[in-house]
């Protein structure tokens, strides 16, 4: 019982010591990120901000487990401009949570992740890769950099990108396809 | 294959890190001032983090685990003292005397030795009775548990206070008793 409080007290003083290094630490380029999308000083500073509250609020259990300062620091950013791009969503007009490719029904069974990845390696390289990753839309390689890069689960990415769980679901199915798609072999792993 | 499972995790990084690349530089090029409005704003922010660390340690399950370990204190201390704590044994009798031979038949009690009076309590430990011998210690004023005696079997009693034997027979369940000198 002793070991278990003071595992929590041991817990929760890392995370504040952890949130207080991350601000210190990225408050600035989390800054140029917000900057670069919402070409506002005021409006940048707000995103920074909000992204501080809402990695408060409910992220640090989850970004405490990010042992990688590389990792930690594109999970920062990567808030950061989701942040900005719906700060400057409401103010542009009210967009659907999802589009169109989230409302279709998919069966992600056909793409469980060790085939999925097995595949890939087997039919193309580092560098094919690299690029099908760079066409595809942000939503949805930051599905996959959290799935499959930090082990994040459906509903832990649900949780930071403060989205239904069945949408991140969805996105990582239809992520997958279309990284299939870009690789140009997706008709080749759902014929078989 | 032509990579493998760990190239395509790099893959996936890579990318991710390269997206944020202009903006790293551009922070290290022109840092940014920031507005005393939103250092301020980020000091509370920084301030409520702490006290929220210190509410969550004072919370509930902090209660909870300070009073369980409370409870675990005392009843150990229960345990070590028993005649502290009446709810753990129930006086049954007194032996009036010492003596020179004794014979214990009731598996049930124990022979509580003090100030030259051996006492009889029945004792519950961890649901099962058993017959444990305890002493004064002038030393402390607890009662404390003599190590030398096995009541088990009806063998003498050792007094650790006074480092004689105590002796006497106990046969009856609830108290009677016969003394042999």
């Not at chain 1, 066409?135 to 950099?145: E, F, G, I, M, W």
């Not at chain 2, 920031?34 to 509370?44: A, K, P, Q, V």
């Not at chain 2, 685990?65 to 009798?93: K, M, Q």
């Amino acid at each position: 019982m002793i070991s278990v409080f003071l595992t929590l007290i041991d817990n929760k003083n890392h995370e504040e010591r952890l949130f207080e290094k991350l601000y210190l630490s990225y408050r600035s380029v989390m800054y140029s990120v917000a900057f670069a999308i919402l070409q506002d000083e005021s409006d940048a500073e707000d995103a920074v901000h909000d992204t501080f509250l809402s990695i408060a609020a409910r992220q640090m259990p989850l970004l405490s487990r990010i042992e990688d300062e590389a990792d930690r620091q594109s999970y920062i950013l990567k808030a950061t401009r989701n942040t900005a791009l719906n700060m400057l969503r409401k103010g542009v007009r009210q967009l659907p949570a999802d589009d169109i490719y989230e409302r279709e029904q998919f069966d992600a069974s056909k793409s469980p992740d060790d085939g999925f990845i097995n595949y890939i390696c087997m039919k193309h390289d580092y560098k094919q890769v690299v690029e099908a990753i760079r066409r595809l839309d942000k939503k949805y390689s930051d599905v996959l950099y959290y799935h499959f890069v930090l082990g994040f689960t459906a509903m832990e990415v649900a949780k930071i990108q403060d989205k239904n769980v069945n949408t991140i679901k969805k996105q990582l199915v239809r992520g997958k396809k279309l990284l299939l798609e870009e690789l140009g072999s997706l008709n080749n792993v759902y014929d078989r | 294959m032509s990579m493998t499972g760990r190239e395509f995790i790099l893959a996936l990084r890579s990318v991710a890190a390269e997206e944020f690349t202009d903006a790293i530089k551009e922070c290290e090029h022109n840092p940014h001032e920031f507005s005393s409005e939103f250092i301020l704003r980020m000091d509370t922010l920084l301030r409520r983090e702490r006290r929220l660390s210190w509410r969550i340690i004072n919370s509930i399950t902090s209660n909870v685990a300070a009073a369980l370990l409370i409870l675990a204190l005392l009843l150990t201390n229960t345990l070590v003292y028993p005649s502290g704590n009446a709810a753990s044994s129930d006086f049954e009798g007194t032996l009036e005397d010492v003596c020179a031979s004794a014979q214990i038949h009731d598996t049930a009690h124990a022979f509580i030795v003090k100030q030259g009076v051996a006492s009889l309590y029945k004792e519950d430990r961890a649901s099962s009775f058993k017959n444990v011998v305890y002493v004064n210690d002038e030393n402390t004023g607890f009662m404390r548990e003599c190590p030398y005696m096995d009541a088990e079997y009806g063998e003498c009693i050792y007094n650790c206070h006074s480092e004689s034997y105590l002796c006497a027979e106990y046969s009856e369940y609830t108290g009677s008793q016969n003394i042999t000198h």
